[in-house]
């Protein structure tokens, strides 16, 4: 059995192949077509996407729904803080987990100040997260982050959120808030191209995964088995487990549009059957897993050593995943959230 190493999913990445803006239109972008079953590669339009899909086969969508989870602070003194939410523990109650930037950051006890009043008073530090309670909201938590938050880009796109970034990092089939990174695949779709999936009777499921900040964390030891994945909340209803279930009976394939799809099927499938599931999931799949409820994966192109590129490694093939991804150097193919498309079938 292998060991594999952090190092074993390094690639070399020119800076100018990042993707700093969206495409002009969502389905206008790139799509690499891996095939599992013998490593061939083709080089495609992402409109081109439903000639590799057949009738009765099922797309399952993340549902989730990014919030402007940057926030602008200060310390009583004035000095400037940074809220970077992780996660919405309560909005009725106004409880949030957090990083905080800062010069200093608070200790539990203090108190910030955040626009139109509101107060936040840090309650408990876990690592590098901060547990925060907010006093002073007139509305409700959602439509205050909606109204004075920001767009939490990715740290690779080094440049100011923006207008455009309100709509096109967020899919347009984003339901149920809560994510602070895009399920970054499903950003390639429109309503004209689902439409005509669906006219070729390709199915459509949902789960909710809410993607944390953590998805950016790196990898700190070269040894993978002493890494561990940060927690996410999933879900996974029993209208969508059946969807699947018959998916598999008819013979068609059910194929996860992005990593976290994978992770949240794969997390409800962790007892060997697939089977309605709501709370956190750890799992970290590396190559040699044993994939229970996926046969397909779209997805973008991941960074160098990230957990998301050993899972895309794992489903497609380590090897053949390593040379799809130096193809897409040499061919110049845009990278990261807002980069272009890979198809693994």
Known sequence: MTEWRRSDFDYALPERLIAHRPAAQRAASRMLVLRTDSGALADRRFTDLPAYLRAGDLLVLNDTRVIPARLEAAKPTGARVEVLIERVEDPDAGLITCQLRANRTPKPGGRLGLADGVQAEVLEREGRFF???????????????????????????????????????????????????????????????????????????????????????????????????????????????????????????VVAVGTTVVRALESAAADGQLAPYSGETRLFITPGYCFRAVDGLLTNFHLPESTLLMLVSAFGGYESVMAAYRHAVAEEYRFFSYGDAMLLI
């Open 131 to 253: 547990r925060l309670q907010l006093a002073g909201l007139v509305e409700s938590l959602w439509d205050y982050l909606e109204r004075v938050g920001h767009v939490p880009l990715p740290p690779y796109i080094r440049r100011p959120d923006d207008d455009e970034d309100r709509t096109r990092y967020q899919t347009v089939f984003a339901a149920r808030p809560g994510a602070v990174a895009a399920p970054t695949a499903g950003l390639h779709f429109d309503d004209a191209l689902l439409e005509r999936l669906r006219a070729d009777g390709v199915g459509t499921a949902r789960v909710t995964l809410h993607v944390g900040a953590g998805t950016f964390a790196p990898v700190e030891s070269d040894d993978l088995s002493a890494h561990t994945m940060h927690a996410e909340w999933l879900e996974v209803s029993a209208e969508t487990v059946a969807a699947v279930n018959a998916t598999r009976e008819r013979g068609g394939r």
